[in-house]
C-alpha cells in the first residue's frame, strides 16, 4: 500500500509577489522576506515493492531523487509613477520618501487641464485631486495616506504603535510648517516677503525648539528609535527648503544643525540632494502659471 504525505509550506508571500495580496506592512513587516514565508514541497514515500510503482517514483522524482517541478517566472517590479506637474507641491514629499527608499520611480508630468480631466473622467483620482501615485496595483491618493503606505512598506514607519504615533506627530506638525512654503509662490508678491518673516518666526518660536528638544533629551541620530523614519525625511526637506530662503534659519539650534548634516550624508539621500535627481528645484513662474493653467476655473 502506498502512503504519500504532502506538506505545504507557507506561500503567502510568493501570492503577494504576484500582485494577489498587498505587501506586508506592520511593525514585524522586516521579517517577512520570501525565504521566510516559501517553504519548499516535501514529498515522502514508502518503500513499494512493485517494479511499476518504482518506475513511477523515479520518473517523477528524475535522476536526483527529488519530485521535478518547472521553475517560477520571475516577477518584474513596477516603478511608482507620480502624476503631478513638474514642480515641488505636495508631491516633493512623496519623491523624498522614495528617494530615501531607494525607491525609483517614474513621473508623469501634468502640463494641460485636459490631462487632468482625463484622469478625472477615468476614475483613477478618488476624490479629483493630485498628488496620485501609481503604485503595487493601486492608485493612491492624498498625500498623507501615500507617505504613510511607503513609509511602512520601506520600513520608515517605527518598529511598534509608539514609535509609529511619534513618527505620525512629528510628521504633522512639521508638514503645517511645509504647508507655509508649498503656498508661499502663489501670494501676490507684495504678501510674498511678509509671509517669508512669518514663515521664520514660526519655525523658531513654534516647530523647531521641539525637535532640539527632542534630540538633545535622547542624544541619538534620529528622531525616533535607532533608524531613519518619515518624520527624519520630512523635517530634513522642510529644513532645506526653509534655508533656502532664510540661509541662518538654524543658527540657534546647535543640534538641528549637526542633525541636518547627518541625515543629509545617508547616502541615498545624498544621492537625491546631487544634481542630476528627480528632487525639483525651487517654485519658479513657468511653474506657478503651469498650477493655474491645470487647476483654475
Known amino acids: 500500500m502506498l502512503s504519500i504525505a504532502v506538506s505545504i ?8 509577489y504576484r500582485g494577489r495580496l498587498g505587501p506586508p506592512t506592520g511593525p514585524r513587516a ?3 522576506s520570501l525565504g521566510g514565508f516559501v517553504r519548499f514541497w516535501s514529498l515522502q514515500v514508502e518503500p513499494v515493492q512493485s517494479p511499476g510503482w518504482k518506475a513511477l517514483m523515479v520518473s517523477q522524482r528524475g535522476l536526483s531523487g527529488r519530485a521535478e517541478r518547472k521553475p517560477e517566472k520571475a516577477v518584474m ?23 530615501a527608499a531607494g525607491v525609483e520611480f517614474d513621473e508623469e508630468f501634468l502640463e494641460t487641464k485636459e490631462q487632468l480631466q482625463k484622469l478625472q473622467d477615468g476614475n483613477h483620482l478618488l476624490f479629483q485631486q ?11 491618493v492624498q498625500t498623507r495616506s501615500i507617505l504613510h503606505y511607503i513609509a ?3 520600513h520608515l514607519f517605527g518598529k511598534d504603535l509608539k514609535e509609529r504615533t511619534l513618527i505620525d506627530m512629528y510628521v504633522e506638525g512639521t508638514l503645517d510648517l511645509l504647508e507655509l512654503l508649498i503656498m508661499h509662490p502663489f501670494l501676490k ?23 532640539e528638544k ?7 541620530r534620529f528622531l525616533v528609535g535607532n533608524q531613519l523614519s518619515l518624520a527624519d525625511i520630512i523635517l530634513l526637506q522642510t529644513i532645506l527648503a526653509l534655508e533656502e530662503k532664510i540661509p541662518n534659519i538654524l543658527s540657534a539650534f546647535p543640534h538641528l544643525q549637526e542633525y541636518t548634516v547627518k541625515i543629509s550624508n545617508i547616502p541615498t539621500i545624498k544621492k537625491f540632494l546631487e544634481p542630476g ?3 525639483k528645484p525651487p517654485p519658479d513662474d513657468i511653474y506657478v502659471r503651469t498650477v493655474y493653467n491645470i487647476f483654475m476655473p
Open 9 to 16: 509550506g507557507e506561500i503567502f508571500w510568493s501570492l503577494a
Open 30 to 32: 522586516a521579517d517577512r
Open 77 to 99: 517590479a513596477t516603478k511608482p509613477k507620480l502624476h503631478y506637474p513638474n514642480g515641488r507641491g505636495r508631491m516633493e514629499s512623496v519623491r523624498w520618501v522614495l528617494a
Open 130 to 140: 493630485v498628488p496620485m501615485v501609481e503604485i503595487d496595483g493601486m492608485k493612491l
Open 152 to 154: 511602512d512598506k520601506h
Open 189 to 211: 508678491p507684495d504678501d510674498q516677503q511678509k509671509e517669508v518673516a512669518n514663515m521664520a518666526q514660526k519655525a523658531i518660536i513654534r516647530y523647531f525648539p521641539v525637535f
Open 214 to 220: 527632542v534630540l538633545r533629551g535622547h542624544g541619538q
Open 277 to 279: 535627481s528627480k528632487k
